[in-house]
């Protein structure tokens, strides 16, 4: 499993572990963007300070969050 840190890119955790994209709109509704076609222009730059501030999740809940879903897959 990857250590995930506030400096991690979304785009490398969408590359190895594809199914983020669809689980983790179930947590946050304001990851649906995820599933948009803008989606793949931001997700090249965001990493998870910046997921953290558009979703209103703190970056280590956010983390804790991620961690879960990886490891339940």
Request: avoid cysteine; hydrophobic fraction near 40%.
């Amino acid at each position: 499993m990857v250590e995930i840190t506030p400096d991690t890119k979304l785009m490398d955790l969408i590359k190895k572990y594809p199914f983020l994209k669809d689980e983790l709109p179930k947590t946050n509704t304001k990851f649906k963007m995820l599933k948009t076609p803008m989606a793949k222009v931001m997700m090249r730059k965001a990493d998870i300070s910046d997921m953290s501030k558009r979703s209103g999740i703190s970056v280590d809940e956010l983390i804790l969050i991620l961690d879960k879903i990886i490891e339940s897959h």
